[in-house]
Each structure stands twice: as structure tokens, then as C-alpha cells.
């Protein structure tokens, strides 16, 4: 009990520290547009369902932001894990295919926007659903082709390159041990590769969603946008309400440590085998 309590308040040392350094600098620099004082922006996260620059409240702008995070992630999700278990398997479609996904791995998110917005330009899941109008039409308008594209490139290869890396981490020894005994590819895969290769594969998954939240000021920035936290930090910016940038930053931030610690949360009960090997 001793031993949770001191590390519970050694964690806390740093953001203490970090809210002392703005106390005293916000003082110092007393201009509410280079840097607003702690209880203004405590003032908006205490009101989260309050209306900012008649651009909805933070609670629903956060709300979108999630469902278009998700939406983009389970897509690269979809994608990336068959395609890199497929990869470390067989070498043969590693080395069709490996030197492809190096040349684009490199490539930042951002740079695929101008191509992005000539491919799909506003288009939405409305257009996709043939939805036209009805109560469900503003909620799919928001979710734009281009800024699912945008996420899912920044979480397919966090994703995809541990998924290979944790297939070809599976010793051989093993592979050949059960295919002696009879076993059919498909349980190969099923009880040897897939349980051993699960705790890096959920890594990937774990930092492809930390990547895809990055990636998403940038994506709600494009044309079309019309709501989203990082649409609503944008606006906030060209209007010199620096208070309502900050407040999004760490709305952001709180979401990305919360659905983090979920990740740790399932991680320590699906692969508790592994402290044996520490």
C-alpha cells in the first residue's frame, strides 16, 4: 500500500511542476493570447458542454473527433493485421511486398493530403450510404473520406510492421514440431503463431491508435471540416482565443491516456504469461 501510494505521488511531481511553470509564466508574460492563465482553461474543462465560438461544445467536438479516429483505426486494423500475418509467414509475399511498404512507411501522413483531397475530395459516408438528408445526415457528412484516409495511414504501419515482426519472432522449432504431428496450416496459425505472436501485434495496435491520434488536428484541418476538436484548436487559433487551443490540447491528451491505459489494462490480463520470461 506503502509502495502505490509513493509511486501515485511520485507520478504527480511533474505535472505539479508543470502547473507551477504556467502559474508563474502566464504572471510574468500577463497576455492572455500567448498564454492564458490556468483558470481560464480550467473554466472551459469544467464546462465541457458549454458552447465555444458557436462551434458546438467541447464534449461533442471531442465526440466527433473519437468517431473519426475509430472509424479510420478499425479500418487500418482490418487491413494491416491479415496483411502482416500474411507477410510473416510467407517470405515469398514479405519480398513482393516488403519493399512497397518500405517506400511508403516513410512518408508522413500529411504529405498524402493534397492527393487525398483530388481523390476524394468533400466527400463523406453520407455520400457513400446515399444518405441525402433525415436526423442520421449531419452526424455522416462529418466524417469525411479524406480525414479516415489521413488516420488510417497513420496507424497501418505502426501496425502492420509489428504484426510481421511478431509473426517472424515464432520459433521455427515450434512451426515444424506441430506441422510433424499433423497439424493443417490454418491450426498452425490458429495455436502457435497467433498466440505467440499476440503481445507484439498489440503493441502495434496500442501505438498505430496513439499515431492515428496525432494525426487528427491535421486531418480535421482540411477543407470540409466544419467540427472536431481539431478543427474547433484551429479556429480557436485564428481567432486569438488561445485559452479554447489549450483546452483542446488537453482534451486530446486526456482521451489518448485514457483509451492508453485501457490498452495497458487489457494487456496485463491477456498476457500475463509474460512476466514469467522477465
Known amino acids: ?15 505539479a511542476l508543470f502547473l507551477l511553470f504556467w502559474h508563474y509564466a502566464s504572471l510574468r508574460i500577463d497576455n492572455a493570447v500567448v498564454l ?4 481560464d482553461v480550467l473554466a472551459i474543462l469544467l464546462h465541457p458542454t458549454k458552447d465555444l465560438l458557436n462551434m458546438g461544445s467541447l464534449v461533442g ?4 473527433s473519437f468517431v473519426r479516429v475509430f472509424g479510420g483505426y478499425l479500418l487500418a486494423v482490418f487491413v494491416a493485421v491479415p496483411l ?4 510473416g509467414y510467407w517470405n515469398w509475399l514479405n519480398r513482393m511486398l516488403g519493399l512497397m511498404a518500405g517506400l511508403f512507411r516513410p512518408i508522413p501522413p500529411l504529405s498524402w ?3 487525398v483531397l483530388a481523390w476524394f475530395g468533400v466527400a463523406s459516408m453520407a455520400t457513400i450510404l446515399g444518405i441525402e438528408e433525415g436526423a442520421w445526415y449531419p452526424f455522416f ?13 497513420g496507424a497501418f504501419f ?30 498452425v496459425v490458429r495455436y502457435v503463431i497467433l498466440p505467440y505472436a499476440a503481445p507484439q501485434v498489440f503493441t502495434g495496435l496500442r501505438v498505430g491508435l496513439g499515431v492515428a491520434w496525432m494525426c487528427l488536428v491535421s486531418a480535421e484541418m482540411m477543407p470540409g471540416s466544419i467540427s472536431g476538436v481539431g478543427y474547433l484548436i484551429t ?3 485564428t481567432v486569438a482565443q488561445t485559452d479554447v487551443v489549450i483546452a483542446g490540447m488537453i482534451a486530446i491528451g486526456v482521451m489518448g491516456i485514457l483509451i492508453d491505459s485501457l490498452f495497458i489494462l487489457i494487456e496485463r490480463r491477456a498476457f500475463q504469461w509474460q512476466s514469467l520470461y522477465r
Open 1 to 15: 500500500m506503502k509502495h502505490c501510494l509513493s509511486r501515485g505521488a511520485l507520478s504527480l511531481v511533474a505535472p
Open 36 to 39: 492564458p492563465k490556468i483558470e
Open 61 to 64: 467536438n471531442v465526440t466527433v
Open 84 to 87: 502482416g500475418l500474411a507477410m
Open 113 to 115: 493530403i493534397p492527393l
Open 141 to 153: 457528412s462529418n466524417i469525411k473520406i479524406s480525414m479516415l484516409f489521413i488516420i488510417f495511414i
Open 158 to 187: 505502426p501496425i502492420l510492421v509489428n504484426t510481421i515482426g511478431g509473426v517472424q519472432s515464432v520459433r521455427v522449432t515450434l512451426i515444424d514440431a506441430v506441422r510433424v504431428l499433423g497439424a493443417s496450416p490454418w491450426q
Open 235 to 237: 479556429h480557436a487559433y
